[in-house]
């Protein structure tokens, strides 16, 4: 046993390879990220896709956002890496059977889908505006036409069908990116809580809710801030898809869990163990308790009821705020929590997060921030509020 490494004040022990968790906080948020970006894209989806007219206020204004976070997803990764240079090498060398290595073409493959999307619906700001700016922000402007002026019938009707197009491709493609993170923790057969076929749907369906709830906060301050009234209809729209995604995703994860219980495997006592001591605050009662269960709760009895007018908003709003910290608290509990426990399911360890370090607390913050200063930077570029904005 001088070997071991034994881990207070819990029962058990881990062995000297299992002390170090590989995968930090960055690892966490990469996946929070990438599920903002897939359910951006569904709201906008809905719109462009299956004409709910009711979405339209919020429409271009989540693929602005879909974007935006995109262009930082691949960040966490890069500074996760000890040779950040090395990025391009899985890309250029292919590993079919890696999928990480997968992800490098994914990834380009819908960043390109997201530009192409958002070029079609905001072509006909960028050529107004390259018509009448001068100077460098005219340049900018005339650059991104790419030399099409054309805004006749025939160029909107043009446009309009390469929206959609797009929109269909970008639905699976969205999905499918985020579906990817779920496919590698539920493969890791070595990791107890993380191995579950359930994993990509439950990562699916998480990511659906974090990105509905992320729009229904950002338009509820862009409304505020732009001081005109919210559309009572899109609101509803928004509360009504939270409310069914969310019944989904708890649903999924509370099957996922009893079939960890009902497996009994080796190990399974670490496990309930480590469920029912350090992880009862940021499981059970922040992310089960506080952010799912209260949220879901309280839209069932506003939908019940048929709440409406600043009742309505208030309670989606905040409703949609637990919603953002309950999906975080779920990457932090399955990213950090299935490391937390050992391999071999004898013992636990405790991930001890840094303030000032490349995977610390304060490069998660600048991360989680960064998609909101690009967008307040886009919006400014391209309002996405103004009908005449893109082809309807």
């Known amino acids: 046993m001088d070997t071991l490494f034994h881990v207070a004040p819990f029962t058990g022990y881990v062995y000297p390879n299992e002390t170090v968790i590989p995968w930090t906080v960055l690892i966490a948020i990469y996946p929070y990220l990438t599920g903002l970006v897939a359910g951006a894209f569904t709201m906008s989806s809905l719109y462009q896709v299956f004409g709910m007219q009711r979405f339209k206020p919020v429409a271009h204004f989540a693929m602005l956002t879909s974007l935006c976070c995109m262009l930082i997803v691949p960040l966490p990764l890069l500074l996760h890496l000890g040779q950040p240079m090395r990025a391009l090498n899985p890309v250029i060398t292919p590993h079919i059977t890696s999928a990480f290595a997968i992800f490098g073409y994914a990834a380009g493959f819908y960043v390109i889908l997201l530009l192409l999307e958002n070029w079609f ?98 338009y509820a301050i862009s409304c505020r801030l732009r001081k005109i009234p919210i559309d009572l209809d899109c609101m509803k729209g928004m509360t009504y898809t939270l409310w069914g995604f969310m019944l989904f995703a708890l649903l999924l994860e509370a099957v996922e869990f009893a079939s960890l219980v009902y497996r009994g495997r080796e190990g399974i006592e670490v496990i309930l163990e480590y469920v029912s001591g350090p992880l009862i605050v940021p499981f059970w009662i922040i992310q089960i308790g506080v952010c799912s269960l209260v949220p879901v709760l309280w839209l069932t009895y506003m939908i019940w009821r048929g709440v409406g007018g600043n009742a309505l908003i208030a309670g989606t709003v905040l409703s949609a705020l637990l919603v953002l910290v ?16 050992a391999k071999t399911g004898k013992g636990l360890l405790t991930y001890h997060m840094p303030l000032f370090e490349r995977e610390s607390a304060v490069t998660a913050a600048v991360l989680l921030i960064a998609p909101f200063v690009l967008l307040a930077a886009a919006v400014r570029l391209f309002p996405p509020w103004d009908d005449t904005n893109g082809p309807h």
Do not use: C
């Not at 309950?326 to 426990?341: A, K, P, S, T, Y």
């Open 121 to 218: 619906v905001f072509r006909p700001h960028i050529v107004a505006q390259a018509q009448q700016r001068t100077g460098p922000l005219g340049w900018f402007y005339r650059i991104l036409t790419l030399g099409s002026y054309d805004l006749s019938d025939r160029a909107m009707r043009y446009d309009r069908k390469w929206i959609f197009a797009l929109a269909i491709i970008g639905i699976p493609g969205a999905h499918g990116l985020h579906g990817y993170v779920g496919f590698v923790f539920g493969s890791l057969k070595s990791r107890e809580w993380w191995s579950s076929d359930l994993m990509p749907p439950i990562f699916l369906f998480s990511a659906i809710i974090s990105g509905v709830a992320l729009l229904i906060v950002l």
């Open 326 to 341: 309950g999906v975080l608290m779920m990457r932090w509990n399955v990213v950090i929590g299935g490391q937390e426990i």
